[in-house]
T-cell receptor, first 114, second 111 residues
Framework: DAGVIQSPRHEVTEMGQEVTLRCKPI?????LFWYRQTMMRGLELLIY????????DSGMPEDRFSAKMPNASFSTLKIQPSEPRDSAVYFC????????????FGSGTRLTVV | ELKVEQNPLFLSMQEGKNYTIYCNYS?????LYWYRQDPGKSLESLFV?????AVKQEGRLMASLDTKARLSTLHITAAVHDLSATYFC???????????FGTGTRLTIIP
């Protein structure tokens, strides 16, 4: 079990550029979550999917953010155009049996927008 | 809207001492989780608490849940340096899977 795999680990981009973050959940997990962590706002849920279908995107801060899950083994979070206030660590998490195992988090992507 | 509060935010304690981190949540929740995060690292699952009166222990950490009081505690016994980390509690709304995190407690164990 390789765990939840996120790429890239670090991303530095200029304001206005498009940024795409990637996540591969654990095989067999049917839920996938995108979180953002900042010092000021803590851990915020952006969106989550069940069986590849977006269930709740109320945490997506604005239209510049979009997320997709084209299949059970891959999800992307895109920011277009990026702004300095988007700088944060973005975590992907997946789960299968939340009652027993909880949610497994990836290593995160540290995004810096300059 | 479910809100989760932790206290204290910062905790500095000596090795060998005992202490408790508190987690309050605002509305009925059917699950309560505790996570650990080391600086620059991901979140590691510690405990899943499902029912009123649930108690789980792993090493020097013990978590409990009081659903009537909407309170969970994480008790640290005879602290050692390698327990230094940030600890988060998180709760889930009934009927959906939105895991809402508390602010975290940054624990520093001093030799």
């Amino acid at each position: 079990d390789a765990g939840v795999i996120q790429s890239p680990r670090h991303e530095v981009t200029e304001m206005g550029q498009e940024v795409t973050l990637r996540c591969k959940p654990i095989s067999g997990h049917d839920y996938l979550f995108w979180y953002r962590q900042t010092m000021m706002r803590g851990l915020e849920l952006l969106i989550y999917f069940n069986n590849n279908v977006p269930i709740d995107d109320s945490g997506m801060p604005e239209d510049r953010f979009s997320a997709k899950m084209p299949n059970a083994s891959f999800s992307t979070l895109k920011i277009q155009p990026s702004e300095p206030r988007d700088s944060a660590v973005y975590f992907c998490a997946s789960s299968r049996n939340r009652v027993v195992y909880g949610y497994t988090f990836g290593s995160g992507t540290r995004l810096t927008v300059v | 809207e479910l809100k989760v509060e932790q206290n204290p935010l910062f905790l500095s304690m000596q090795e060998g001492k005992n202490y408790t981190i508190y987690c309050n949540y605002s509305t009925t929740s059917d699950r309560l989780y505790w996570y650990r995060q080391d600086p620059g690292k991901s979140l590691e699952s510690l405990f899943v608490l499902l029912s009123n009166g649930a108690v789980k222990q792993e090493g020097r950490l013990m978590a409990s849940l009081d659903t009537k009081a909407r309170l969970s505690t994480l008790h640290i016994t005879a602290a050692v340096h390698d327990l230094s980390a940030t600890y988060f509690c998180a709760a889930v709304n009934f009927g959906n899977e939105k895991l809402t995190f508390g602010t975290g407690t940054r624990l520093t164990i001093i030799p």
